[in-house]
């Protein structure tokens, strides 16, 4: 048996949008069961979203940390941000988002891992980048507001927020998921036998 996750779509026979948002929607569905029952399922309609594990030299990760309203909590997270533009190559707006938010450009790309974040109720897709050989960026930093504007940057060792993740102490999808990933990788074949940064995403097909 080969364990991949494959496309499928079940028939759809109503479908409304009772709440539409700034950047994200809530869709309603009317969808055929296995068993022919119809039943309505409810979920949010996302962009998409990018997050960058940027690793320097000495095997710190860059984070930020955030206040985040829904959870009501500052969260250490990587640098990351939506897919504003619909066909928006990842890799662009990965580089945007880590220049914007970190003031930081890399001079290696790799796929790390590609998620969907709260698949029983969301439909983003997030795509996780390494970046390695950092540098700071040319140019003045990128002016924020709202949230941002209060952000917090450092260098964390991976070991020690690989720690904090297994502790309960961290909780952001993709700094969790991608300091986990980046271990795997490196207690396997390594970095570069990550996938390239212009690897296909069928979640979220870009543009060249």
Known sequence: MTIEDVSEEWRVTATSTPFRGNKTSVRTDDVIMPDGTVVKRDYQVHPGSVAILALDDDGRVV????????VRQRLWEIPAGLLDVPGENPLHAAQRE??????????????LTDVYTTPGGC???????????????????????????????????????????LAGEL??????????????????????????????????????
Request: hydrophobic letters at 45%; a negative charge; glycine letters at 6%.
């Open 171 to 208: 909780h952001n999808n993709c700094l969790v998921v991608g300091v986990l990933a980046l271990t795997a990788a490196l207690a396997g074949e390594g970095p570069d036998a990550l996938r390239p940064a212009d690897a296909p995403w069928p979640a979220r097909p870009f543009d060249a």
């Open 63 to 70: 984070v930020l940390r955030q206040y985040r309203h829904p």
């Open 123 to 165: 439909d983003e897709a997030v795509r996780i980048f390494l970046a390695r050989d950092l540098g700071e960026a040319e140019g003045e930093r990128f002016e924020v507001s709202e949230e941002e504007a209060d952000m917090e940057l450092a260098r964390v060792e991976l070991k020690e927020l690989v720690r904090g993740a």
């Open 98 to 111: 880590l220049y914007e938010e970190a003031h930081v450009k890399a001079g290696d790309w790799r796929v």
